[in-house]
């Protein structure tokens, strides 16, 4: 073939000799030959890591793609669920969701169905089993409620005694449910100490701490 010099000026390019014919592509066969059979050995050396990483790029790739399609379609649905139970006041369909749904989503689900129709077995589910510390603690302080009657002022401080935690949400509150409990078994004293430390307690809410004052 012409260079491109050798096209500028117009020049042909010189015959070559069946030799150099020969020549040439004997160089070629060689050539191609070292070139296969490095990529042979390259291939042969690392095909396992080649074929495990694109299947790895492939099973990540594919994972994310419908992990993350999946985590909204849920996500979608449960709250869909969710709307339309709460719209219906179905209670069943409510304690359907928190048992296929997770964290504070069921946590939710399920105290509303116990709102709906009563059945303290639910509350006490959300108690024992709760996903989230609110939801457990809250769970607690409404079973002492329905059933604090049934209860000696210690049964109570020791079931609300998870709640003595100012980590919880609902500390003061328990704390003020134990007291009273104490003055209703006619227990004065223990609920003095309880109701002096929630008065004395600059963070309680103005509520509590009123509602202590006035028990004392």
Not at 21 to 41: C, F, G, H, S
Not at 61 to 87: C, D, F, L, P, W
Not at 119 to 144: P, S
């Amino acid at each position: 073939m012409a260079t491109m010099l050798e096209r500028n000026k117009k020049v042909k390019a010189p015959k070559k000799t069946r030799e150099e014919y020969a020549e040439d592509a004997l160089y070629r066969e060689v050539w191609e030959e070292v070139n296969n059979e490095k990529t042979q050995r390259f291939l042969k050396k690392y095909s396992r890591v080649l074929i495990g990483g694109a299947l790895a790029i492939l099973i990540v790739a594919t994972g994310i793609q419908i992990g993350v399609h999946s985590y909204r379609a849920s996500k979608i649905a449960a709250a869909q669920n969710y709307e339309s139970a709460i719209e219906n006041r179905d209670a069943n369909a409510l304690a359907g969701l928190a048992a296929n749904t997770s964290g504070a989503t069921s946590d939710l689900a399920l105290f509303q169905a116990y709102l709906l129709d009563g059945d303290v077995a639910k509350l006490e589910q959300l108690a024992e089993h709760g996903h989230t510390r609110d939801f457990r603690d809250l769970a607690r302080i409404h079973v002492v409620t329905l059933r604090g009657d049934k209860m000696s002022a210690a049964d109570v401080e020791k079931y609300l005694a998870v709640a003595d935690t100012k980590k919880s949400p609902f500390y003061y509150t328990a704390r003020l449910t134990v007291a009273q409990k104490y003055l209703a078994d006619g227990d004065r004293a223990a609920a003095m100490k309880i109701l002096d430390k929630i008065v004395a307690d600059k963070n309680a809410p103005a509520m509590v701490a009123a509602s202590a004052a006035a028990l004392r």
